[in-house]
């Protein structure tokens, strides 16, 4: 089996009470979303905030529960059972955008590392402990005998995504899921945290869902792209097809949002120019419709996902040459 993990039409809706009204909205947070991970793969989710991204990540960990659609992991469905559960948490990880917020600060390196293994009551404490050391000295924090017995607020900002990779990596996980792992921390570490995470990539044969806005680090990790606009996947396909060569007006706005350290940027003309949303039911027809600039009649009606090229799908009705 090529696949580690497989979403299959998954929904997810919340309703918002506005305060001091009996006044409710709906959110469609996650739409009829499909896709599929390979082993050893880095498969990214990109959008601008909330599109839904982290609420995906959210449901195949079962952290919420979805309103419809399966969630494969190793070739089995992931339910609300215990055994299932047990599983995805087992062999399933996530690194938080914030690695601050995502520790407990009055716990040491060593406990924070070492809770997964406690959880889930793996080896004895000697064990454990040359378990802690090891993840420390896989994710490059020297001398990992020192770390261990600091608290998050001793560490730096990479320091500290280090540490939430080396929790990760701790119960030797199958899937990690990065939730913009990099986007919190200077410009000189990021490059050093996804060449980390690549080498442990390659030395474990982990897989990866690396979430992210930013398409400039994304073309630098992965291998498929599935782009989200409103709880909806709108385009999808090899990295570099769709980003060398975008169809949905958004994917290039997308693109035309990257800053490239090129003073002639200065004068570039962006392809696609976003519109002011107008006043309509975003969940009528196509929900980029309110901003397109392409907009016609037809995109009051919603868009499949049609695949195009053989290998890529897209959901728009007005493809771009």
């Known amino acids: ?23 409710t909205s709906v959110v469609r947070a996650v739409d009829d979303v499909s896709f599929s991970v390979k082993k050893g793969d880095v ?6 905030s909330g599109s839904g991204k982290t609420t995906i990540a959210r449901l195949i960990l079962k952290a919420i529960p979805a309103d419809e659609g399966k969630i494969i992991f190793q070739g089995e469905e992931i339910t609300d059972d215990e055994k299932s559960l047990k599983k995805i948490r087992m062999q399933c990880h996530m690194i938080q955008q914030d690695p601050y917020s995502s520790i407990n600060p009055r716990m040491k390196v060593s406990e924070i590392i070492s809770e997964p293994l406690e ?13 802690v ?6 994710v490059r924090l020297e001398p990992p005998e020192e770390i261990v017995k600091k608290y998050p607020h001793m560490l730096s900002g990479g320091q500290r995504q280090r540490v ?10 199958k899937l990690i899921i990065a939730d913009e792992p990099v986007s919190m921390l200077d410009v000189s570490i990021r490059a050093e945290i996804l060449e980390l995470m690549q080498e442990l990539q390659n030395k474990h044969g982990i897989s990866y869902i ?19 606009y409103m709880g909806k ?14 169809k949905h007006p958004y994917t290039q706005a997308l693109i035309d949002a990257i800053s490239e350290p090129d003073p002639d940027n200065r004068f570039k003309e962006k392809k696609i120019r976003i519109n002011e949303p107008l006043d309509i039911d975003v969940y ?14 037809k995109c009051k009606e919603d868009p499949p996902l049609e695949e195009i090229d053989g290998n890529r799908k897209v959901s728009c009705f007005v493809k771009l040459e």
Request: net charge positive.
């Open 1 to 23: 089996m090529d696949e580690i993990l497989s979403v299959q039409n998954l929904r997810k809706i919340f309703v918002k009470k506005q305060i001091f009204s009996s006044k």
């Open 43 to 48: 498969f990214v989710l990109a959008g601008e």
């Open 119 to 131: 959880i889930h009551n793996v080896g004895t404490q000697k064990e454990r402990e040359k378990a």
């Open 133 to 138: 050391i090891d993840a420390l000295r896989e």
């Open 164 to 173: 939430v990779l080396a929790r990760a990596l701790i119960l030797k996980p």
């Open 210 to 228: 690396y979430i992210t806005h930013d398409l400039s680090t994304a073309r630098y990790v992965g291998q498929k792209i599935a782009i989200m």
């Open 233 to 246: 996947i709108v385009e999808t396909g090899p990295i570099n097809d769709v980003l060398l060569h975008p």
């Open 284 to 297: 009528q027809g196509c929900r980029f419709r309110a901003r397109c600039p392409y907009a016609i009649e």
